[in-house]
């Protein structure tokens, strides 16, 4: 037996007046984004901003259904309506950020597990990293330099038969 120890990387940003100008934009986008959650049964909305190679953004917010599963998330939200109006143009950098009514988030919302496996497809189908930026409502903002860092022992279609 052998152990092997994985380690990840992340910048942590005290506070939005640390952040470089591009990042601090894209995260207004998600907390404008956040505002247009459908969530009526958690009260927890969700925002995702990503900024394409081009320069567009595209924004995403939780839409939730009484029946849970037929939810989704506001990371997945934004990836498929980026990849749906512009295919072949990769993914540069994403923003996340929730609203919770009761209490302010004070540490940064992660994506879940489904929604960090969809964005590392994203990453490792346009062969370059996707910059994550994640922050709660106030408080510090980590950046990832890419997806595989939130996700480091990933599934991935090299797994599949070919």
Do not use: W
Not at 62 to 86: D, I, K, M
């Amino acid at each position: 037996m052998k152990t092997i120890k994985l380690e990840t990387l992340m910048h942590v940003y005290e506070g939005r007046e640390e952040l470089p100008h591009d990042l601090f934009e894209l995260l207004i986008e998600a907390e404008k984004a956040a505002l247009k959650a459908y969530s009526p049964y958690s009260h927890f909305q969700v925002g995702a901003a990503i900024l394409l190679n081009n320069g567009k953004i595209v924004t995403g917010s939780n839409q939730e259904n009484a029946v849970y599963p037929c939810g989704l998330c506001a990371e997945r939200t934004a990836a498929f309506a980026a990849s749906s109006a512009y295919p072949e143009v990769p993914f540069s950098k994403i923003a996340v950020t929730a609203i919770n009514p009761t209490e302010k988030l004070k540490e940064p919302v992660s994506p879940c597990g489904s929604c960090r496996q969809v964005l590392f497809e994203y990453e490792q189908k346009f062969c370059q990293p996707l910059e994550v930026i994640l922050a709660g409502q106030e408080g510090s903002i980590y950046h990832f330099q890419s997806v595989a860092h939130l996700l480091p022992y990933t599934f991935h279609a090299g797994f599949l038969p070919k």
